[in-house]
Nanobody, 124 residues
């Protein structure tokens, strides 16, 4: 079992920055690939970024490339999402998720554990 707790969400003006954190407890954090998803009101949950267990491989959805950065610190059992140049369309509940195994995936159904989510609101 892995427990995931997100933090760092909040209200920010367009063009601003936030850094989300996802702290994991339970099984060995470095055994998991990680992802950040988001769900905006009235929309389906979508993958934003993903990272392999070593941090050597990452995936970014097109809409956040060049603005968001995912990273992880396995010694601290934490994955981060640095979000810069935020836009109103980035407003959503952001979830971190863990997938057992080295390789990351873009498929939601392959993630084994989910956090409770943190709200990010970007005002125009």
């Amino acid at each position: 079992q892995v427990q995931l707790v997100e933090s760092g969400g909040g209200l920010v003006q367009a063009g601003g920055s936030l850094r989300l954190s996802c702290a994991a407890s339970g099984r060995t954090f470095s055994s998991y690939a990680m992802g950040w998803f988001r769900q905006a009101p009235g929309k389906e949950r979508e993958l934003v970024v993903a990272i392999s267990w070593s941090g050597g491989y990452t995936y970014y959805t097109n809409s956040v490339k060049g603005r968001f950065t995912i990273s992880r610190d396995n010694a601290k059992n934490t994955v981060y999402l640095q979000m810069n140049s935020l836009k109103p369309e980035d407003t959503a509940v952001y979830y971190c998720a863990a997938k057992l195994g080295a390789t990351m995936t873009i498929h939601q159904f392959e993630y084994d554990y989910w956090g409770q989510g943190t709200q990010v609101t970007v005002s125009s």
